[in-house]
């Protein structure tokens, strides 16, 4: 059975950190392009930041370049997002993706994370 599984999110001030982890269980996350989506209060999903299967190259948006990082633990099948410097504008429910073109596309059930002084 293929899931998803992100924990790690919460309540944190501006300027505070948070890992956000992501369990994948039926597949094997070094073969997907894993990503990262969020969906803030009122708006529409969009994508945070993406490892792909070869040599781990990442991608990020420009709102999070140089805050986040993303990464894989191939060992423990599980994807991480480190967040650092956060904003009040970064508060969102964070969701996990998996994509492995013309085999399948996965998603999490998504952590909550609130920016808030």
């Known amino acids: 059975q293929v899931q998803l599984v992100e924990s790690g999110g919460g309540l944190v001030q501006p300027g505070g950190s948070l890992r956000l982890s992501c369990v994948a269980s039926?597949?094997?996350?070094?073969?997907?392009?894993m990503s990262w989506y969020r969906q803030g209060p009122g708006k529409q999903r969009e994508f945070v930041a993406a490892i792909i299967p070869s040599f781990g190259a990442t991608t990020y948006a420009d709102s999070v370049k140089g805050r986040f990082t993303i990464s894989r633990d191939n060992a423990k099948n599980t994807v991480y997002l480190q967040m650092s410097s956060l904003k009040p504008d970064d508060t969102a429910v964070y969701y996990c993706k998996g994509l492995r073109s013309g085999v399948g596309e996965y998603w999490g059930q998504g952590t909550q994370v609130t920016v808030s002084s």
């Open positions: 039926g597949f094997i996350v070094s073969s997907y392009v």
